[in-house]
């Protein structure tokens, strides 16, 4: 029977995505506020190319559109 390590399947935060960085499936990083995981090894592909990133959460508000809510 196969034995699967339950640590090795989890996301690998990077921080502030940089161009010259080498990223690989599932690093994430941060931009603009909004974060995005890697799902194609990648380096100096910016995280708006969809076919090395996928965004994960969108940037939400800065607390001063009280007015729209």
Known sequence: MA???LGA???NW???YVNSTQYTVDDVVSSGGSSYVC???SQGNAVSNGTY???MSAAGTNGTDVGTT
Do not use: E
Request: net charge positive; no cysteine.
């Open 3 to 5: 034995t699967i390590n």
């Open 9 to 11: 399947i989890k996301f």
């Open 14 to 16: 990077k921080g502030p």
């Open 39 to 41: 799902i194609l090894a």
């Open 53 to 55: 990133w996928q965004q």
